[in-house]
């Protein structure tokens, strides 16, 4: 069964999260703390207990680069951008990753050089954080498989983009949780990927949504406007409703 994900409604405002993120940072600490004080009465901290602390202190590093992402938004420049360079760029950078599990992307994108008035650094986040979720979502299978992207014109106003993964697919009681911050199945995930995206495309007057089977594979459709299209027709609306007195 297909299921459907609108979670806009979700999205948390910085100062709430900082909550969170404080939270998610303890617990790690907490771990680090007590094998500290370990080594000072005991002196014996195993090799094992060096790789806990390790991957602990990797945990909360990236938690707080996600964070920071979040909370101190680069300056922000809005430019008019070919949607599919931005497709391109991210998706060289993730390649060589893919190939590492034998996963291949497949590319259908219509001829047409689509343009959205966009924050490219924002937008290369957003596609940064899906592709890599297909990734990890197909790199514990057996052999590889294929993550298709495709764009296109949905309408006259807005394009649409689609990643399709092969993988293993999100169960449909963890649907509702999907954006949440923080939520995550993974061991090392952050769970902030996919409220980040939601945020930025919400930002952006898109939508995203998400679609899957577990088992089979999930698909996430981004839908955005076009450049040009949709400011002509809130001038066109501006002149109509609010005739300017003189
Ligand atoms: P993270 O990747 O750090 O876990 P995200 O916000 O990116 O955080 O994703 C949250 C959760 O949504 C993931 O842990 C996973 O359970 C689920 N998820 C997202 N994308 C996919 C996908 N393509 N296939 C399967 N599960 C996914
Ligand atoms: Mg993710």
Redesign the pocket.
């Given at each position: 069964m297909d299921e459907l994900l609108r979670r806009s409604e979700k999205l948390t405002t910085v100062g709430q999260l900082a909550a969170g993120v404080a939270h998610e940072i303890r617990n790690p600490l907490t771990t680090l703390r007590g094998f500290l004080q370990l080594q000072r009465e005991t002196n014996r901290l195993s090799p094992q207990h060096n790789e806990i602390m390790l991957s602990e202190l990797d945990r909360i590093n990236l938690i707080v680069s996600?964070f920071l992402i979040l909370a101190k938004p680069q300056a922000v420049q809005f430019q008019i951008k070919s949607i599919r360079s931005i497709l391109n760029g991210v998706i060289s950078l993730l390649d060589s990753q893919a190939h590492l599990f034998g996963i291949e992307f497949k590319f259908e994108f219509e001829p047409e050089d689509f343009k959205v008035h966009c924050e490219e650094n924002q937008m290369k986040q957003v596609f940064i954080?899906?592709i890599?979720?297909?990734i990890?979502?197909?790199e514990d299978g057996e052999d590889g498989g294929v993550i298709t992207i495709e764009l296109f014109q949905l309408n006259q106003e807005e394009i649409g983009i689609t990643?399709t993964?092969q993988?293993?697919?999100?169960p449909s009681d963890?649907m509702p949780?999907?954006?949440e911050p923080f939520?995550?199945?993974?061991e090392?995930?952050?769970?902030?990927?996919?409220?980040?995206?939601q945020g930025i495309i919400e930002g952006h007057k898109g939508m995203l949504e998400?679609f899957?089977k577990p088992g089979k594979?999930?698909r996430?459709d981004i839908v955005l406007p076009l450049a040009g299209v949709r400011q002509q027709t809130y001038r066109y609306h501006h002149k109509e409703e609010e005739p300017i007195a003189d």
């Open positions: 996600e954080n899906i890599k979720n297909a990890e979502a197909m990643i993964d993988g293993i697919g999100i963890m949780k999907l954006g939520f995550t199945s993974k090392k995930g952050t769970g902030l990927g996919l409220m980040i995206s998400i899957s594979g999930t996430v």
